[in-house]
C-alpha cells in the first residue's frame, strides 16, 4: 500500500512565474486581471503593460542576474505590472512601500544593489558596485541577457528580494527563486477552496503590502488561476475599514473589519454568481456567527481562507 504521505509524484513540474502568468494569459485572454477601481484591465491587456516594461528594462541592459527596486503607490495597477515587468524581463524584483521613509528605501535598494528602480516617475538607473550584501536565498542568479535573446527567467533566477521589518536589527533581504515561488504558488492552488476552486470571473482582495511576502498569496492566487487581482490603497487598509464596493465595485460589499482581537480579519463578499467567501489573513480562527454581526447580510461562506488552507466557518457563536 501507497504512504499516502508521499505525494512527490503529484507535484507539478518546475516552471516560472512568468511561465504560470502566460499559461493564464494563454487560456484566459479576455478574463479581467486587474482591477484599481478606475482601470480594469483584461490578461491579455496586463500582457500588453507587462511586456512594455520588460522592453524598457531590456533596452536599459537589465536582464538575469539583476535586481529592480519597485516602489510604486499602493492600489495602482501601474504596480503590478512593474512588478511583472521585471520578471519578464528576467529581473528579480525589490519592493519598497511608496509611502515608507525615503531611509528605509535607501537602504533596502543599497542592500541589495538594485540596477535600477521603477516608481512613480518612471525608470531611474542606479548600477551599483559588483559587491553586494549577502541575502538568505532559495535559489542563484541567472547570467546576463534580455528578453529577446535569452530564455528568461531561468528556474534558478531570483523572483524577488523581500526584506524584513528590521524591528530586531538591520533588515534582511530574502531572495526566492522561481522555481520555488512557482512550486509555492502551484500548491496554493490546490489548497484554497477545493470544492469551488478559484477561477475567471472571481475577484481576489490584495490588501497587503507588496514589501510583505504574503503579498504574493494574494497576487498570484488570482493570476494563477484567472481571477480578478483587487488591490486597495495601503492607505485604506490602514484606516481599519475598507468599503470596496464604491471604488473598487465589486459585486457586493467587502470591507476590513477592525475590532479589538480581530484587526486581521477581512471580511469579503465575492458574489461572483457562483459563490461567496469570507476571506480573512489574520492566524486567529473567527467563528462565523461573529463575523456576521459584523455585517448581518452575509451570507454562509465557502469556507475562510486562512494561511493558504480552507477552513469551514463556525457556525457557533
Not at 490578461?43 to 507587462?50: D, P
Not at 542592500?111 to 538568505?136: M, N, Y
Not at 528556474?155 to 528590521?166: C, R, V
Request: net charge negative; charged share 20%; aromatic share 6%.
Amino acid at each position: 500500500m501507497t504512504d499516502p504521505l508521499l505525494r512527490g509524484s503529484l507535484r507539478p513540474d518546475p516552471r516560472t512565474l512568468v511561465d504560470i502568468f502566460t499559461a493564464t494569459v494563454r487560456a484566459h485572454p479576455s478574463a479581467p486581471a486587474l482591477d484599481d477601481g478606475t482601470t480594469v484591465l483584461t490578461y491579455e491587456q496586463l500582457e500588453e503593460a507587462v511586456r512594455s516594461t520588460a522592453a524598457t528594462l531590456g533596452v536599459a541592459g537589465i536582464g538575469p542576474g539583476d535586481r529592480v527596486g519597485v516602489r510604486v503607490p499602493s492600489g495602482t495597477h501601474r504596480l503590478y505590472s512593474s512588478i511583472l515587468g521585471t520578471l519578464a524581463a528576467g529581473a528579480a524584483y525589490v519592493p519598497v512601500d511608496a509611502d515608507d521613509p525615503q531611509e528605509r528605501a535607501d537602504l533596502v535598494f543599497g542592500e541589495a544593489g538594485v540596477a535600477a528602480v521603477l516608481d512613480s516617475s518612471g525608470l531611474t538607473l542606479r548600477r551599483t558596485s559588483p559587491t553586494q550584501a549577502p541575502l538568505a536565498t532559495t535559489g542563484t542568479t541567472g547570467t546576463t541577457g534580455t528578453p529577446e535573446t535569452a530564455d528568461v527567467p531561468g528556474l534558478e533566477d531570483d523572483a524577488w528580494i523581500i526584506f524584513t521589518s528590521g524591528s530586531t536589527g538591520t533588515p534582511k533581504g530574502v531572495a526566492v527563486s522561481h522555481r520555488s515561488a512557482a512550486a509555492f504558488v502551484d500548491a496554493e492552488s490546490r489548497l484554497f477552496l477545493q470544492a469551488a476552486p478559484i477561477g475567471p470571473g472571481d475577484r481576489v482582495l490584495a490588501g497587503l503590502s507588496v514589501a510583505f511576502d504574503a503579498s504574493c498569496e494574494e497576487m498570484w492566487l488570482a493570476w494563477r488561476n484567472g481571477a480578478c487581482l483587487v488591490p486597495a490603497p495601503r492607505a485604506l487598509v490602514r484606516s481599519g475599514v475598507v468599503d470596496l464596493d464604491e471604488p473598487f465595485r465589486l459585486q457586493e460589499t467587502a470591507k476590513r473589519v477592525g475590532w479589538a482581537g480581530m484587526n486581521h480579519l477581512v471580511q469579503s463578499r465575492f458574489d461572483v454568481g457562483r459563490r461567496r467567501t469570507v476571506h480573512r489573513d489574520g492566524a486567529e480562527a473567527v467563528a462565523f456567527a461573529e463575523v456576521q454581526r459584523a455585517e448581518p447580510s452575509l451570507a454562509q461562506p465557502t469556507g475562510v481562507l486562512q494561511h493558504g488552507l480552507e477552513h469551514r466557518p463556525q457556525l457557533s457563536g
